[in-house]
């Protein structure tokens, strides 16, 4: 545990250190203010408030933004011959592998805490009454799509870990993750056009959004929906560990 919380935080420390990563906050910031002020305008007068609504946005944002900060987890130590170095090192694989996804777990964790001044806003607006905003904020459905984009994310930054570990080139690797997210989360459009029933269904048990938008975003707490996040998690980071292994007999 010692190696493991040594290695996630110089990797927590190199995302404040890094350019990309602060425009990937900055980037994915900007995004949701655009979206809940366009939902914020809507609302006013004629919806309730919806305070989970902004975390669907910032769940497809994410697609796009995760594999810029994974891209560079394996792929530039790689290039830079560093990889070789720590692999000589009294650390286990496993260690590596896993301190490093912490790391980056950790720094998507504090880009999802900064959407909590969502939450704020909604609640001092339901609060006010001239803004005619009713009824007040359900807090519940917001705490379980926190729970659950907080897994969502877990699960892409292992998918962008294991590409990252596939390749020496980071713009490859953060291409190769783009791609496999974007399949994963339009899996379950497809499964909607799909005529045959079966292999729809069996095509949305393997999309990311439909074991999070029919579920957390609504506030309900599903074990099978975890389960799938969690697993997901737990077999990225065993491939990844079974490439690095692999790096290190050659």
């Known amino acids: 545990m010692r190696n493991i919380r040594i ?7 190199q995302y404040f250190t890094s350019p990309v990563a602060y425009l990937v906050a900055f980037a994915i910031m900007e995004l949701t203010a655009w979206y809940f002020n366009a939902d914020l305008a809507q609302r006013v007068g004629q919806q309730p ?14 697609v796009f933004c995760t594999p810029l900060l994974t891209m560079r ?3 530039e130590e ?5 990889l070789e170095l720590m692999l000589t090192m009294p650390v286990r694989d496993g260690d590596i592998v896993l301190g490093k996804f912490l790391g980056a777990w950790c720094y998507y964790s504090l880009i999802l805490a900064l959407t ?6 909604w609640l001092a607006l339901t609060t006010a009454s001239e803004y005619q ?4 904020l359900d807090i519940g459905p917001v705490i379980s799509a926190y729970i659950g984009i907080w897994l969502f994310g877990g699960a892409t930054l292992a998918i962008g870990m294991l590409f990252s570990a596939i390749t020496e080139n980071q713009i490859v690797a953060g291409f190769l993750s783009m791609a496999a997210l974007l399949i994963l989360w339009a899996g379950d459009l497809a499964g909607l056009v799909i005529p045959n029933y079966d292999v ?3 095509v949305r048990q393997l999309s990311l959004q439909a074991h999070y938008s029919t579920s957390f975003m609504i506030g309900v707490i599903r ?11 737990v077999v990225m980071v065993f491939i990844t560990t079974r490439l690095i292994e692999s790096r290190r007999w050659r």
């Open 7 to 13: 290695i996630a935080r110089r990797e927590l420390a």
């Open 133 to 136: 905003l009713r009824p007040e």
């Open 49 to 62: 408030p919806d305070g989970a609504d902004v975390l669907k946005a910032f769940g497809f944002f994410m």
């Open 116 to 121: 909590l001044v969502y939450q704020a806003i």
């Open 200 to 202: 729809a269904q069996f």
């Open 78 to 82: 790689a290039r830079e011959g560093t």
């Open 73 to 75: 987890l394996f792929a």
């Open 223 to 233: 074990f099978e929906d975890m389960v799938f996040f969690i697993g997901l998690i």
